[in-house]
């Protein structure tokens, strides 16, 4: 899988959008960008995930640039369940069934 | 709740000790997963069962042991485990694990687990 980087923290304001970048300038034609949170000590949740074009769902909107090097994860309205650590994950079709989950970015919204 | 329940969700054993972890899938998935996470380190990969059959295993200590008598449900039996081998252990469901880079992952609550 293509490297990601993500910044290690961040804070959000509840009730703001919650902006959360990935960089992933390896990433190649047919790796998609994945995703997931994991909220202390619980099992990882998927999220979004997506190729090429921008996707949305009930959770998040992901955001992908033109030459796919880099996504924003962008939560519409933080709120304080929304404090977790963001993993973007990007995937390939020949690593295996292993999702690497790398360090992640701690978001935590405040009051 | 994403459709994968894991019981016990906290584990307290001696190294002597010999317990299972459950696993049930209510999605209709083709696939599980057995993961491993420590304390301040990223997910490992323990064993894939697709439709039933192993397909992968990241070399696991032997003290580690698996079994899938269906798609829906997965046990990870533990036996003699060290102290080392406290973490979070996460089980996880796919539909088609064939179609690796779009093949999403749904993953259950974790079984907290201390080795003393």
């Known amino acids: 899988d293509a490297k990601t980087t993500q910044p290690t923290s961040m804070d959000c304001a509840e009730g703001r959008a919650a902006n959360l970048p990935c960089n992933h300038s390896?990433?190649?034609?047919?790796?998609?960008v994945y995703w997931y949170r994991q909220i202390h000590s619980q099992g990882p949740q998927y999220i979004i995930h997506?190729?090429?074009n921008n996707e949305t769902n009930e959770m998040a909107s992901l955001i992908i640039t033109e030459d796919r090097k880099s996504s924003t994860l962008i939560l519409p309205h933080a709120t304080l369940r929304d404090t977790a650590v963001y993993y973007c994950?990007?995937?390939?079709?020949?690593?295996?069934?292993?999702?690497?989950f790398g360090t992640g970015t701690s978001l935590t919204v405040i009051p | 709740e994403t459709g994968v329940t894991q019981t016990p969700r906290h584990l307290v054993m001696g190294m002597t000790n010999k317990k299972s972890l459950k696993c049930e899938q209510h999605?209709?998935?083709?696939?599980m997963y057995w993961y491993k996470q420590s304390a301040k380190k990223p997910l490992e990969l323990m064993f894939v069962?697709?439709?039933?059959?192993?397909?992968e295993n990241n070399s696991v200590p032997s003290r580690f042991s698996p079994e899938c008598p269906n798609s829906s449900h997965l046990f990870l039996h533990l036996h003699t485990l060290q102290p080392e081998d406290s973490a979070l252990y996460l089980c996880?469901?796919?539909?088609?694990?064939?179609?690796?880079?779009?093949?999403?992952?749904?993953f259950g609550p974790g079984t907290r687990l201390t080795v003393l």
């Open positions: 999605l209709g998935h083709n696939a």
């Open positions: 069962y697709s439709l039933e059959e192993r397909v």
């Open positions: 996880a469901s796919s539909q088609d694990p064939s179609a690796r880079n779009t093949d999403t992952q749904y």
């Open positions: 994950i990007v995937r390939a079709s020949n690593t295996g069934n292993q999702f690497y």
């Open positions: 390896t990433i190649s034609g047919n790796e998609y």
């Open positions: 997506g190729l090429k």
